[in-house]
Structures are given as structure tokens and as C-alpha cells.
């Protein structure tokens, strides 16, 4: 049996459309997860052939003696790949030592720690402010000397998903966040960022054989700038030729400066008076509804192509379609227990919608925007327009509604 082996997934997103690609694509698809709950919800995942649970998924030799034994047994793996953090650069190391298709290791490990990316980048225009706290100083006196600085982003250098990115504008912000950040992660720095303002974007990206593909370019609406959630992309993005001509000269560059010649990276950048500024750069496809707006608007399956890069396959990117795509994603303000959601029929059902997705289920706690895993549900549009496509969705949006037990 052709075999992939996926190290983690989420239960929704991109990583969860990259088990059900791989089964459609004909392969016996195997799942290490680490999260429980999925053994109990085995009957969820109809695509995955075998699910296997390990309450550490970086326990490296007992995941390859699982995969040697799978491949005794009769599984002729072709491919062991993750679409998560912190799994990417670790499936690879994994991949080599199978003997599978290796991509390139040393840039995606250093893509996944921040701190690397901004050592390696903090020469270029396109890299902002940044310094490091290391916990080998008082914190009023560390915020003290950046007061002049103020505003600045403060964040993990593992995190991603928007969690725990802070914006501090005063003194006591600075500290707080600090202090934060400092009982969460006590054993890491804590990464301080000049804050950056203008539109941002996001770009998928997939190198093969050292050949640099820029497949989607998509706006992103911010719900606020404090928490910085997502709630809106639009596809294409509407750039002028000669910011998206300058968007493609700083994404090459980047790439080219972190190594990355096989393997695939979603990166965050701002437009800021006129100049492109690197917000971050992630080792693999952005999660959520992002496979589903790319294929939507260009018919593209980019899971799929990964996949194929994945096992040693040129992954072409023809464009079967060019339609003008927009997904709004559904926050909410309060605290409570879901007791039932509405509207999810009625706005499937209206003009222009692709899909309408609602993640909790009944009897979960549910609470307001901390980072990008608090959107409960999204509606993708698709139009001719870009105004349409967006019209479209936050119309159908309007229609889901949650009730909750307050707590």
C-alpha cells in the first residue's frame, strides 16, 4: 500500500484538507496525533486509514520505530510530512532518515524559531526593528531604555496563530506584556518588534528545485490592532503592478536568504508607505480556510500540490480558473457555553457562497478574539468582482448567529 505518514493535525484547516487530499489522491493515509480526543472522535476522520496516539510527537525514535514497523507490516510509505508547528523541519529529519524526499532542512528550522529569521534578515530595508529579552535584566529597566520606541509588538518566537502577540503603547503595557509572556514562556526570549502600520498580506509560497513559486497573494482585514485577528482575506489581492513587481523582489530575496530551495512557506507582510516590511514567515501553508480560498478562486489544490513536492514531484500550478474569492471569519464579544448556532442553512444557501463552516459544537466554552483559533466560523464567496465576492460573504455572514450560556 502507498503510504503517507502525517506527523499532527488540527480537527479543521489546512492540515485537516491535506489528510482528506491525500486519501482522494489514492493513498493509505496514516495520522500521529498527540491529541486524545481524536482516538474518541475516531469515527470523524473517515479519511485516515490508521490514527495512532503519542502524547509526544517528538519522541523521534519511538515515531520512527512506529514507522518501520507500518512499513513491515506492508506500507510502502512514500512520504512523511507535516502541515502544523513545530512538526515541519522535524518531518524532514524523519523523511531523511526513511530514505524519502528530503527538502531543505536548515532553512525551514530557522524559519521556525523568529529570532533566526530576524538575525539572518537584519541587515535588509524590508526587515523592521527588533531586539531580544532575555530575562538577564530587571523589566522596568529593560522597558525604560525602549519608552521612545513605544509602540512595539511583543510575542513568542515559537508562537504562531496570532497567539500572544502583544501590542504594548505605554511604559506599563511594555512591562505587563513582559511579565506576561514571562510566565508563560519562561524558558524562551521574549521577541521585541518595531510596530509596523498599512495594509498587510499574505503570500503562499512554494519553492521546488530551487524555483521560487508566489502562488496566491491575499489581502487581510484585521479586527483590531491589539490582538491582531484576522477576519477577512480577499484573493487576488489588489496590488498595483508595481507593488506587486517590489512584493516579488522582497519575497525572493527572502527566500533565497534563508536557504530554501525544496519545500513550501506562507509569509506576512506589510505595505508601509509604500515600502514592503516583513511581518513573519511560517514553514508551511497557512492554516484555516486558506486551501479552500486558493482553489476556490484559482482551482488549485495547493494541499495536494505540497503533498506532490513532498514526494519528489514537480508540483505544476496551472490555473484552471481566476475568480475573485473573499472569507470572513466570525468572532464574537462575550464568554459563555454554546447552547445552539443559526443561520448556517440559510447562508449556505444565498447567492455566491462556496462553503460555511461552523467549528465548536454544542456544550463548548467559547470566548472572545486572543488569537486566530477563537474565529468559530467562516463563509468563503466566490464573484466576479472583488466587491461582489465580498458583499456576498459578509451578507451570508449576517446570518449566523451563537447563543450562548453566559459563565
Not at 491529541?35 to 523521534?60: A, C, G, M, S, T
Not at 541587515?123 to 526593528?129: D, G, I, M, V
Not at 519608552?147 to 502583544?166: A, F, R, Y
Amino acid at each position: 500500500m502507498q503510504t503517507i505518514v502525517f506527523i499532527g493535525s488540527n480537527k479543521s484547516g489546512t492540515s485537516r484538507d491535506a489528510l482528506i487530499t491525500s486519501s482522494k489522491m489514492g493513498f493509505h493515509t496514516v495520522l500521529f496525533t498527540d491529541r486524545e480526543q481524536f482516538l474518541k472522535q475516531r469515527k470523524e476522520f473517515p479519511e485516515v486509514d490508521q490514527l495512532f496516539y503519542f502524547d509526544d510527537l517528538l519522541e523521534k525514535n519511538k515515531i520512527l520505530k512506529k514507522i518501520k514497523r507500518l512499513m513491515k507490516n506492508g506500507c510502502d510509505v512514500r512520504a512523511c510530512l507535516s502541515f502544523i508547528d513545530p512538526y515541519v523541519s522535524y518531518t524532514v529529519q524523519l523523511s531523511k532518515e526513511l530514505g524519502l524526499m528530503e527538502l531543505s532542512y536548515e532553512a525551514l528550522n530557522k524559519i521556525e524559531e523568529k529570532t533566526r529569521v530576524r538575525e539572518i534578515l537584519k541587515e535588509k530595508t524590508y526587515s523592521p526593528f527588533y531586539t531580544t529579552f532575555i530575562w538577564d535584566e530587571p523589566i522596568r529597566s529593560y522597558a525604560k531604555k525602549f519608552e521612545q520606541q513605544l509602540p512595539l509588538i511583543l510575542k513568542s518566537p515559537v508562537s504562531n496563530g496570532s497567539k500572544d502577540v502583544l501590542l504594548a503603547q505605554t511604559h506599563d503595557e511594555f512591562t505587563k506584556s513582559l511579565r506576561y509572556l514571562g510566565k508563560k514562556y519562561p524558558s524562551t526570549p521574549v521577541l521585541i518588534e518595531e510596530y509596523l502600520q498599512g495594509p498587510q498580506y499574505l503570500i503562499e509560497v512554494l519553492v521546488y528545485n530551487n524555483f521560487i513559486n508566489i502562488v496566491a497573494v491575499i489581502e487581510q482585514e484585521i479586527l483590531n490592532s491589539e490582538r491582531f485577528i484576522i477576519t477577512g482575506y480577499l484573493f487576488p489581492a489588489n496590488l498595483t503592478s508595481e507593488s506587486y513587481v517590489e512584493l516579488e523582489k522582497v519575497v525572493t530575496d527572502i527566500i533565497h536568504e534563508l536557504g530554501l530551495t525544496n519545500g513550501n512557506c506562507h509569509l506576512e507582510l506589510r505595505n508601509v508607505d509604500g515600502e514592503w516590511k516583513l511581518i513573519e514567515i511560517n514553514p508551511r501553508m497557512s492554516g484555516g480556510a486558506m486551501n479552500k480560498i486558493i482553489l476556490e478562486g484559482t482551482g488549485i489544490n495547493l494541499a495536494e500540490r505540497v503533498i506532490k513536492l513532498c514526494l519528489g514531484e514537480e508540483p505544476y500550478l496551472n490555473r484552471s480558473k481566476t475568480e475573485f474569492v473573499y472569507a470572513r471569519f466570525i468572532t464574537i464579544n462575550s464568554r459563555g457555553r454554546l447552547i445552539k448556532v443559526t443561520g448556517k442553512n440559510r447562508a449556505s444557501k444565498m447567492e455566491g457562497i462556496k462553503e460555511v463552516y461552523v467549528k465548536p459544537k454544542k456544550g463548548t466554552i467559547l470566548t472572545g478574539p486572543y488569537s486566530l483559533g477563537d474565529r468559530y466560523a467562516y463563509v468563503i464567496a466566490a464573484a466576479d468582482t472583488a466587491e461582489q465576492a465580498k458583499k456576498y460573504a459578509i451578507t451570508a455572514a449576517k446570518e449566523i448567529k451563537f447563543y450562548l450560556d453566559p459563565l
